[in-house]
């Protein structure tokens, strides 16, 4: 799984792959109260090749950044991002239907 902290004072710290596991959230955290969340979702898939093609992925980025401003959390870099997703699914690609 892709984990990414995010400080106030530090921005976003350097992105990580790491083994899936349970998350830890502090109980004050607003996505228990407020649900003060964003959501994208994004497509895989493999091609008749067998390569694996992510739908649009620059799209997703711009509409997470744009809904990301509009309720005032910090906006991620669209391009790195998009990498490192490539990055996940190639390591997760038992899970990508063909």
Request: aromatic share 10%.
């Amino acid at each position: 799984m892709l984990a990414i902290e995010w400080s106030a004072s530090n921005g976003w710290d350097a992105p990580r792959i790491v083994p899936y596991q349970n998350l830890s959230l502090d109980p004050s955290a607003c996505v228990f109260h407020y649900a003060f969340e964003c959501f994208e979702g994004m497509k895989a898939y493999k091609d008749n090749n067998g390569q694996i093609r992510l739908f649009r992925p620059d799209k997703n980025m711009e509409r997470l950044n744009k809904s990301s401003s509009r309720i005032a959390l910090p906006t991620v870099d669209g391009e790195a991002l998009t990498q490192l997703v490539g990055e996940l699914v190639k390591l997760d690609s038992r899970f990508i239907p063909r």
